[in-house]
């Protein structure tokens, strides 16, 4: 696995970032949050196009480090994100993608912003699945996942200027969350891409505003596929295993200072560190 060098692979990395984010403009907006919901929502639905399930087997089910006391002062809005997991993987041209989150609550503003969860979805494209979301208290976990309901709303937040993307937004409150709680959910989405469907791009971002636990990033593939890395910012080099059939990059960083930006910063200049993970030869 070797770093881009050669302005010709730049060319292509920034070519194909270009198509990604064509994509997402097409196909989905998804931006997963836990925060106050935003009351521009047109009208609810019903849908059964978000599922609850076991975590799949293929991803890794890491142990949510324990706060470190020394960074509550670097906090931010009341919330400390003990864990940020996000896995790819990429198989038969269809792109699986995990994410899971712990955040513990640190004050009333901390426990405003998680009182519910929401994110983004396109029905006819996405496969939805929630798989886990439990509360920790005293050492305890509550398992919420069964008693949470999801409503659905259309959005269209792009109606002025004639879009009809179709895009839903899921919503539901989180009960008897309480100052000092750990909130741990996680979730996937797998579609097919319509785009460069043979070939795979990534990115993570390994800095951060916040001081964050633990941050894990893990990509598997077919054994077949040439991968190649670009780091803007600092360099972490990933462990490898294969298997028969695909191999499996992973990224474990661990308690990771935040990163202050400078002010009167351009919005182009790369203020964080980024990983970027490509086929493109």
């Known amino acids: 696995m070797s770093t881009l060098k050669s302005s010709q692979n730049e060319f292509w990395i920034n070519f194909l970032k270009v198509i990604s984010t064509l994509t997402l403009l097409v196909l989905l907006s998804y931006v997963p949050t ?8 047109a ?16 991803v890794s089910d890491i142990t949510v480090p324990a706060p470190q006391e020394d960074r509550y002062d670097q906090l931010q809005d009341g919330e400390y994100f003990l864990l940020a997991s996000h896995q790819r993987r990429f198989l ?3 792109r699986y993608n995990f994410s899971r ?39 305890k976990k509550i398992d919420l996942l069964d008693q949470i309901k999801f409503e659905v709303f259309q959005r269209e937040n792009d109606l002025e200027r004639g879009i009809l ?15 000092g ?12 891409s319509i785009l460069m469907s043979e070939e795979f791009y990534t990115d993570f971002r390994s800095s951060f505003s916040i001081p964050v636990g633990m941050a894990e990033y893990r990509v598997i593939v077919p054994q077949e596929l040439n991968l190649k890395t670009n780091y803007l910012g600092k360099e972490h080099k990933p462990s490898l295993e294969t298997n ?16 202050i930006g400078e002010d009167n910063t351009p919005s182009w200049y790369p203020t964080y560190d980024t990983i ?6």
């Open 92 to 94: 038969n041209e269809k």
């Open 34 to 41: 836990i925060s106050g919901f935003d009351e521009s929502v």
């Open 276 to 281: 970027e993970v490509s086929s493109i030869a």
């Open 43 to 58: 009208r609810a639905q019903e849908t059964n196009s978000i599922t609850k399930s076991p975590l799949p087997n293929w």
């Open 101 to 139: 989150y712990a955040v513990k609550i640190i004050n009333r503003e901390g426990l405003e912003n998680n009182s519910n969860i929401t994110f983004s979805f396109r029905p006819d494209i996405d496969e939805v699945s929630i798989h886990r979301l439990v509360i920790h208290r005293d050492g």
């Open 181 to 192: 709680d750990t909130i741990e959910y996680a979730f996937s989405r797998n579609y097919k």
């Open 165 to 179: 993307d179709g895009t839903l937004t899921a919503f539901a409150n989180l009960p008897s969350v309480r100052v």
């Open 244 to 259: 028969r059939d695909e191999q499996i990059y992973t990224w474990l960083l661990k308690d990771l200072d935040p990163v």
